[in-house]
Structure formats: C-alpha cells, structure tokens
C-alpha cells in the first residue's frame, strides 16, 4: 500500500507541476487577468497551443529522467539533458540558463560557466532552478534533500537564494510525497533552511504579499502562499496562475506541492485531458517514484 499510496502523490506532484505550467503559460508576462481563467488557453507571448508545457516541465522533466538513468544525482548527466531541451526551444528560456547554456555549448566547464554567468549578469537569484527540482523532492527522501537541491540549483545558479528556495520546496515535497502532512513538511523545511533572507520571507510567508516575479525568493514565496492557504488542489494552482507575471513557473511550483499534498486523483480529469503529453509525464513520474522506492 505505500508504493501505491506514494505513487499517487509522486505522480500528482509532476503531473500536476506540468499543469501549472500550461495553465499559466499564456498569461506569462502579463497583469493579472480581469476574468478569473480556470481552463487551458492558447495564446499569450509564444503564441502557445492550448495544454502546451513550457521549459519549466521541459527541465523538470530532464532532471527526473537523470535521476532514473543513473539511479541518482549525476551532473554529467543532468547537464546534456538539460541543454538537449534547450536547443528545441531556445527562446523559452530564462536570462540566466540560456547563458549558461551558451557558455557550456561554447566549451565553458560547468562550474566556471555558473560564475560567469552570475558576474556578467550580476546576480542569478532567478527562479529556473527552483521550477526544474522537484523531481530531486520526489526521488529523495527528506534526509537527503536539502544537500542535493543545492548542488542541482548550483550547476546553474550560482546565487545561494536560488538554491535554498529549491531545497526548501523539495523537502516539503519530499515529505509530502511520503505520507507527511502539509504543516508538518513545511515546519521541517523551515527547520532545515540555513539561509536568513530565504528563512524570513518562506518563514514567514504569510506576511508578505503574493509576488510573481521571475526573482527565486519571490516566485517561491508566491507559490508556497498559495498552496498552504489553499483548500484544494485546484484553488491553489487557479490561485497561482491567476496572479500573472511569471505565472507559468509560479504555477509549476504550486502545482508541485499541490500535488505531492492532495495527489494526482484530486487533479480535475479536464486538466489531465488537455495537457500537452501528459502519458508521458505520467510515465516518468511513475518511473521516478519505481526508482525512488527500489534505489539503493
């Protein structure tokens, strides 16, 4: 019964992080909408097909196939998947991976090419290492979590904010994913967190408002306010996207909590209808979760 209760929410969380980022996808870089949107839309600044996945899932989905190929976290891995995502759709990606990218196509070495990238740029607190992780929350238990976010958010993102935003939703995943109720995996994230700027505003979530922004602290924030205010599954993804700005990523980040919470049962039949994929998902998912539990 653990393999399939656990199943169920290891493949609500990437399921439903896929959904968030259809639905959010045609309202990216917008306002808030004046009419609540609660289906699947075309449209929006890449002309999306309605159900079409974004970059979000694209990486998250990269990162879970890594972790089933090599039965763990292995950066020389990880990072030609990353890019074979990439090179499909180059213009779906944010400032700070698209350079990092370039810099490895180039022949930059990994490490170095996250700190140039970081200087050029001053700063790499954006939020594309946060969206990608969660498959590291549903492949590890929560012991192990913290310390592998870090290093996956890192082979990127050389900022450490961007990193403790991801290790602090992975591990609530994690937990969640493992029978752990919501409160409780939020509490033991916040007792894990070792960075003061990410432990003030994810602590105290509920004393900040919700912000959009393609900044890791901000889009984590907004995403974990919406899921730990919600009543359902659907209100906090319909509460996500609906705030506009980077509403595909926020939307993937509160998807995946959502969904390692309330489970892929509790997604409408409608969203697993219209999402772009979704067999496939499910099935690495249900492969993510198979390795997970029979790993070493």
Not at 197 to 203: A, D, K, P, R, S
Request: aromatic share 10%; proline share 5%; hydrophobic share 40%.
């Amino acid at each position: 019964m653990r393999f399939i209760s656990g199943n169920l929410h290891a493949t609500g969380s990437l399921v439903a992080l896929a959904i968030g980022d259809a639905l959010g996808a045609p309202l990216e870089g917008s306002a808030p909408p004046n009419a609540w949107v609660t289906e699947m839309l075309p449209g929006g600044r890449h002309f999306r097909k309605k159900g079409e996945i974004t970059d979000d899932t694209l990486q998250a989905l990269a990162v879970a196939e890594s972790l089933v190929a090599c039965r763990g976290f292995r950066p020389t891995d990880l990072i030609p998947r990353l890019i074979l995502g990439y090179n499909k759709h180059p213009e779906w990606y944010g400032p700070t991976s698209s350079a990092f990218f370039e810099l490895i196509k180039s022949g930059t070495l990994p490490h170095r090419a996250a700190w140039l990238v970081h200087k050029r740029q001053r700063g790499s607190r954006s939020n594309g290492s946060v969206m990608r992780g969660f498959p590291v929350g549903i492949f590890f238990p929560a012991h192990d979590v913290y310390d592998v976010s870090l290093a996956c958010s890192q082979l990127t993102h050389f900022d450490p904010v961007a990193a403790h935003c991801s290790a602090w939703l992975n591990v609530m995943v994690s937990d969640m994913c493992r029978g752990v109720s919501r409160k409780r995996a939020y509490r033991h994230a916040r007792s894990l967190c070792t960075n003061d700027e990410v432990f003030t505003i994810l602590g105290n979530y509920q004393n900040y408002s919700q912000v959009p922004s393609l900044d890791a602290a901000l889009c984590s924030h907004a995403a974990l306010s919406c899921f730990m205010n919600a009543r359902t599954l659907e209100g906090a993804i319909l509460t996500a996207i609906n705030l506009g700005g980077d509403a595909d990523t926020v939307g993937a980040c509160c998807g995946a909590l959502a969904g390692a919470y309330w489970g892929s049962r509790a997604i409408p039949h409608r969203w697993k209808r219209d999402l772009d994929g979704y067999k496939n998902i499910l099935h690495s998912a249900e492969l993510l979760w198979y390795c997970a539990e029979y790993s070493p």
